[in-house]
């Protein structure tokens, strides 16, 4: 647990966490020990976003699917919307793509041409005076294309 | 002198890691962690080629780019679609298998190590609720857990019941303290790491976390006219969080003071009961406003893993709040085996201490709880008395045996329908009547 403790500290905080810290790294590691307690902080995710697979239709994009709480079921959302929340950061976004594609062989789009991951995205504002003045509707969202991918012929 | 000095150091670290204590809180928690965990991995069935293959989310080859190079595993690394899946089938049987508490210490090790393999692989799915059924598991791998609230035990008891008559001892279903305090230690590094997070941020400090976490469309199952009427709570439940995220840091301060005779031994019972009953009520908010996956849920199950017998006497104590003092009074037959080891069963669902067991074969406990009743009469259903002297016998002792046992609880609304006494009544009559016949010596069909 000391090691545990010491992993959660940021580094140089003091020689003798740093200590710990590099003779314990791998045990937490390898032993999945790792650990990083930010639910909901330092800020709560002000990001909200609704997801759209959106198909080519040559001179448009046409929705395919749209992924929101309300249209995903219950015993998906939490994860799927949390999968997607990440593909829109850095660190997922070169995930995007094999996401597409994994669409493609699931709804069986292999004569498709492309499809796209769209995030609309509203920023939620900062004050509870704000907040309550707030509607979707009326705040319109940035749309970002997260990736485009073309099916392949053979799935 | 210097003796009786390392005498009482060696005692006092012998007791601060090894005290027994009762093992029934971790298996709860047990259960918690292989039913949670198989429900969370169940559900993710339709999307375990997305989430955990080379043709998903993931490719191996992209692996490198996402996860750590080194100090890690993970079974899923370069694994086929059909290996992929053998191996999920075998964490969804080791957590079924861990719930119930069969082949325990094995189908532990088998599903922690699975779980620490699909979670390596899949961390772009991961949120604090996994994180944490991690860390409960590694726990619960390491104690005794296996000692208490499994089927296996349950068997054995049994089993002993029949062969000596005697039930296990008590003692055999307890465990060191010592994972008791690794877990402790879990939840204080969990909650102060938490707060102090949260402190760093400028939202908590002014009080509209709470608020932007209600309006928040991606997880509030509140619509937004809700969440408007109940925004102005936000500064009040945020510090509330807060302040009692940092308190936890007072359970490992307590002991020491206490130690110390400065505060009195019972301080920090009483402080880690509150602070269980806020994280509750904490929690089961979130759970029910948010949908934010299986923390709150597996929350719950580390904080029954928190819980000493001196607890649940407590619990015990609110819940018979009001029920009459005397105990229900079942009176069995000593000389049949299957009754003694339905006497077993009965005390294994008995968490409030409802019941008392008297072996009508004995002649005075016959005498004194049921002087005019036939030994016949006895031996054709069961007895069961409230008030000295008036039994329920058959299908309606049963019915009075559910409304004590929180096990059998969800049968009451059903065991009291309409017809439901007829039906009941030769149902029972019909297992009453085709159960082994005994005698002193041996029971026959």
């Given at each position: 647990m000391a090691a545990v403790g010491c992993y959660l500290l940021p580094k140089g905080i003091s020689a003798p966490t740093d200590f710990v810290k590099h003779w314990t790294f791998g045990y937490v590691r390898t032993l999945s020990q790792w650990q990083k307690w930010d639910i909901f902080s330092p800020n709560p995710l002000r990001r909200v976003s609704e997801y759209r697979i959106e198909r080519d239709a040559g001179d448009r994009w046409e929705p395919a699917m749209t992924l929101t709480f309300d249209t995903l079921p219950w015993w998906k959302r939490a994860k799927d919307l949390k999968v997607l929340g990440r593909l829109e950061e850095n660190q997922w976004i070169h995930l995007a793509e094999p996401y597409l594609r994994w669409h493609c062989r699931d709804q069986k789009l292999s004569q498709s041409p492309r499809i796209r991951l769209v995030a609309l995205t509203r920023i939620l504002p900062f004050t509870i005076a704000d907040l309550s003045r707030y509607s979707l509707d009326r705040t319109p969202p940035t749309s970002t294309v997260l990736a485009i991918v073309s099916c392949p012929r053979s799935i | 002198m210097k003796k009786t000095v390392s005498t009482t150091g060696m005692n006092a670290w012998d007791q601060f890691w090894f005290q027994p204590i009762s093992a029934v809180g971790f298996g709860w928690m047990r259960i918690g962690y292989g039913v949670i965990g198989f429900l969370t991995m169940a559900l993710e069935w339709s999307r375990v080629s997305l989430f955990y293959t080379g043709i998903g989310v993931l490719p191996h080859e992209m692996l490198g780019d996402v996860v750590r190079s080194t100090w890690r595993f993970s079974l899923l690394d370069g694994a086929g679609v059909a290996v992929v899946w053998l191996l999920y089938i075998l964490l969804l049987l080791s957590l079924l298998l861990t719930a119930l508490g069969l082949w325990t210490r094995l189908s532990l090790l088998v599903s922690v190590v699975l779980l620490f393999s699909f979670h390596e692989y899949a961390m772009i799915t991961l949120d604090g609720g996994d994180t944490l059924m991690r860390l409960i598991g590694f726990i619960l791998l390491l104690s005794p857990c296996h000692r208490a609230m499994t089927v296996t035990n349950l068997w054995k008891r049994m089993e002993q019941v029949r062969a000596t008559g005697t039930d296990q001892p008590e003692q055999e279903r307890e465990m060191p303290i010592w994972p008791y305090r690794l877990l402790m230690w879990q939840m204080i590094i969990l909650y102060v790491a938490s707060s102090v997070e949260k402190f760093t941020g400028s939202t908590w400090r002014d009080g509209s976390a709470v608020a932007i976490t209600i309006h928040h469309g991606n997880f509030s199952r509140l619509s937004a006219g809700a969440a408007d009427m109940l925004a102005w709570t936000s500064p009040t439940i945020g510090w509330f969080v807060l302040v009692t995220q940092v308190v936890w840091i007072f359970l490992l301060i307590v002991p020491v003071l206490q130690w110390l005779r400065i505060l009195p031994s019972s301080t920090q019972n009483h402080l880690k009961r509150a602070l269980l009953l806020s994280g509750l009520l904490i929690h089961g908010s979130i759970f029910i406003l948010m949908d934010v996956g299986t923390f709150s849920l597996t929350v719950m199950a580390a904080y029954a893993g928190l819980l000493i017998a001196s607890d649940f006497e407590a619990l015990r104590k609110v819940f018979n709040r009001g029920s009459k003092k005397d105990p229900v009074v079942v009176l069995f037959d000593g000389r049949c085996g299957l009754c003694r080891r339905s006497v077993v069963a009965l005390k294994a669902c008995d968490w409030l201490r409802r019941l008392s067991f008297a072996n009508f074969r004995d002649e005075s406990i016959r005498k004194k709880y049921a002087p005019n009743v036939s030994l016949e009469a006895l031996d054709k259903e069961i007895h069961v008395t409230k008030t000295k002297?008036?039994?329920?016998?058959?299908?309606?002792?049963?019915?009075?045996?559910?409304?004590?046992?929180?096990?059998?609880?969800?049968?009451?609304?059903?065991?009291?329908?309409?017809?439901?006494?007829?039906?009941?009544?030769?149902?029972?009559?019909?297992?009453?009547?085709?159960?082994?016949?005994?005698?002193?010596?041996?029971?026959?069909?």
């Open positions: - | 002297g008036k039994f329920s016998k058959g299908f309606a002792g049963f019915r009075v045996l559910t409304k004590e046992l929180p096990p059998l609880w969800i049968l009451v609304p059903l065991l009291h329908l309409p017809g439901m006494e007829y039906v009941g009544s030769w149902v029972y009559g019909y297992i009453a009547r085709n159960r082994p016949r005994c005698t002193d010596d041996h029971c026959t069909l």
